[in-house]
């Protein structure tokens, strides 16, 4: 019965070595499952964020070049416009021009030099005397079909005064369009900055969180239960005594 008894306590003694044995390595075993699964989430997360700092650089060189473009047509618009206004001043002289004609040759001449195609037809000038007034006054005399002439100018002026005013409206609504563009960019690009400051932010402090976590794990804080190192052992022979001593 002794010897049961000292057995018992043998195979008490290296069952609680074996159960201390196995917790330990169970212990490391989930603690570097653990570590692998936070490394390799931290090394997804680093991948994502690198793919979108990537994309975010492409965009950011994307909106530079069309800045830029959209510079460069502003520029040859503003051009455009000053020449529009060139041109309409042009205009305004030439009809002050041509109202102080006082001579009927350069009358005559100009005449010509704007409709070409009166070289090609018979036309003078004539004086017709008013009774009424008592005063002559001089007449052009053109072929009657050549009226036709005057009258398509003249539409042609109203159309494009019109087509003119049009054309100025549709400029001053594109010049609105593009100052509420230029707003949206730059609210757009406020907005991207603040997501990424953000992004940045909270990837910092997940990176720190994450690598502490990772330490903890690699380095569990030793627990003093205020038992000597041999506690362990102690109790498992004394729970082998115990059970040896049940024995009869």
Do not use: C
Not at 111 to 129: C, H, I, R
Request: no cysteine.
């Amino acid at each position: 019965m002794d010897s049961l008894k000292t057995g018992l306590i043998i195979v008490s003694i290296i069952a609680g070595l074996l159960a201390m044995g196995m917790s330990y390595f169970l212990g490391r075993q989930i603690n570097q499952e653990e570590i692998q699964r936070a490394q390799l989430e931290m090394q997804q997360l680093r991948a994502s964020r690198d793919s979108i700092k990537a994309i975010a650089a492409l965009k950011d060189s994307l909106q530079s070049m069309l800045s830029q473009e959209v510079k460069q047509l502003q520029s040859e618009a503003n051009r455009l416009r000053g020449e529009v206004q060139n041109l309409e001043e042009q205009r305004k002289e030439d009809q002050l021009t041509v109202r102080t004609i006082r001579k009927k040759e350069e009358l005559q001449n100009r005449l010509v030099k704007t409709f070409p195609e009166m070289a090609q037809s018979d036309w003078g000038v004539t004086d017709v005397y008013n009774e009424e007034h008592d005063v002559s006054v001089e007449y052009l005399l053109v072929p009657l079909w050549f009226s036709e002439t005057f009258i398509i100018d003249h539409q042609n002026s109203e159309s494009y005064k019109k087509q003119r005013d049009k054309l100025f409206a549709v400029d001053s609504l594109h010049q609105q369009v593009d100052v509420l563009q230029d707003s949206l960019f730059v609210l757009e690009r406020q907005k991207a900055e603040a997501y990424k400051t953000g992004y940045d932010d909270a990837y910092s402090k997940y990176e720190d969180l994450n690598e502490k976590y990772i330490n903890l794990l690699e380095k569990p804080p030793s627990v003093n239960l205020g038992l000597p190192k041999w506690g362990v052992i102690g109790a498992s022979v004394g729970a082998g005594v115990l059970i040896g001593t049940q024995i009869k």
